[in-house]
């Protein structure tokens, strides 16, 4: 595909932010900005045109938000009616420009995926599936996921999109001045998720400024074999006579976004608070520099959502008593469904030094994917440490993989 092969050869600007642009234009406090797609699509044609002549190669759907949870046939518009008219007037602007790429934006659903919040995995990952079959339909050039705070839906709209899709898809998350996700995951165990899911380009975006930022991109570098994006917003924000402003004015954001490009970024744009000029400006700055693809990391690691475990010179201990060979309180743990004497395993294994856990749930008598599955999901809500599914039954071990954040 022609953005695949274009990302090795030249440093790639995204565009910048949406809502603020909207706002001024009059969206209203409340008002979802995906509506506009029907409301006022010669607003969505302008925002999009202004970015593409600012330089930009890859727009944004107006569809951060689009999903059936927000668009159903109980609301005012279905998600088929938001999504469409999203697609078309970003690839109307691109027609009238003559250049450029069109990303399906997709951001969270809003609700923490079990065992932390109520929403299922494969349910989160169907709610992807469906926007992104109207985005492939209507002719969308890659699939953007962006603003990613939980690894575990991260994993489902990745999951989403390469089961539905042969289109670059492009993944970055949300982290706080730590270095964490809402969810605990850091810069390693975010690369190995999306390295072990093959994301064409992964980074971070939103949540900070650009100077903010540049500790988190080196964390990022340092382990990533992926081409690296990053998308910040314009600077902190902070709120003046009712309205939010931020603190990083066109050329400030544009000569950090120059150094971040020289500390190895291969595609840099904007999130919330920049504005085409700020974006411009950027782009006058990065366009000639040289792109700097990044080096093969040798690295073996195993990871879990917030943290990962490398497989080098240091011995790795890996807790087996979540297995019923030889275990007979173990088998009736699992004959019994008690899954608090198996959840108290892990966490003895966890407080006595496991750097990875082994989970065999096999008995002939049980339904061992389903037991299985069950006990992913619940052991991810008492420990960080990576899982080793261990099993000779290729359903158990699917539905087992599925649901962890482990990478190898």
């Known amino acids: 595909m022609r953005l695949r092969d274009e990302m090795k050869h030249r440093i790639l600007f995204c565009d910048g932010g949406m809502g603020s642009l909207l706002q001024a234009q009059g969206l209203g406090a409340g008002e979802l900005p995906e509506t506009w797609n029907i409301k006022r699509p010669e607003v969505l044609l302008e925002v999009h045109r202004s970015y593409l002549q600012a330089g930009c190669d890859i727009i944004n759907t107006n569809t951060f938000g689009a999903n059936r949870l927000k668009f159903n046939s109980q609301t005012e518009y279905s998600l088929e009616e938001i999504v469409v008219p999203a697609v078309r007037n970003a690839r109307a602007a691109v027609e009238v420009e003559g250049h450029g790429y069109v990303a399906l934006d997709l951001g969270p659903t809003g609700k923490l995926l079990q065992p932390l919040g109520d929403l299922a995995f494969e349910d989160a990952v169907d709610i992807y599936r469906e926007v992104i079959g109207i985005g492939v339909r209507e002719g969308v050039d890659l699939i953007l996921i962006e603003t990613m705070s939980d690894s575990l839906e991260l994993k489902a709209a990745v999951l989403a999109a390469k089961e539905n899709s042969e289109l670059p898809v492009f993944a970055t998350v949300i982290f706080d001045e730590k270095g964490r996700l809402l969810t605990g995951g850091d810069a390693a165990s975010v690369v190995a998720l999306l390295e072990g899911l093959k994301v064409d380009a992964l980074g971070i975006n939103c949540g900070l400024g650009p100077v903010q930022m540049k500790p988190i991109l080196k964390d990022i570098l340092a382990v990533s074999s992926t081409p690296v994006i990053v998308n910040p917003n314009a600077g902190l924000p902070r709120s003046e006579n009712g309205k939010t402003v931020y603190d990083i004015g066109v050329d400030e954001f544009a000569a950090e976004m120059a150094d971040i490009v020289d500390m190895g970024a291969c595609i840099v744009g904007g999130c919330c608070g920049t504005t085409p000029e700020h974006l411009e400006t950027m782009i006058g700055l990065c366009r000639e520099k040289p792109l700097k693809l990044p080096e093969k990391k040798e690295r073996t690691v195993v990871s879990s959502y917030s943290q990962t475990v490398v497989i080098g010179d240091d011995p790795v201990i890996i ?61 991810q809500a008492v420990t960080d440490l990576p899982l080793q599914i261990d099993t000779s039954d290729t359903c158990a071990m699917e539905r087992a993989l599925r649901l962890t954040t482990e990478s190898p």
Request: overall charge negative; charged content about 35%; aromatic content about 4%.
């Open 319 to 379: 807790g087996e008593r979540i297995n019923p060979t030889g275990k007979s309180k173990f088998k009736q743990a699992l004959r019994d469904h008690d899954l608090e004497y198996i959840l108290k395993e892990a966490v003895t294994q966890q407080d006595n030094g496991a750097h990875i856990l082994d989970v065999n749930v096999g008995l002939p008598e049980i339904d061992e994917p389903s037991m299985m599955e069950e006990v992913v999901r619940e052991l």
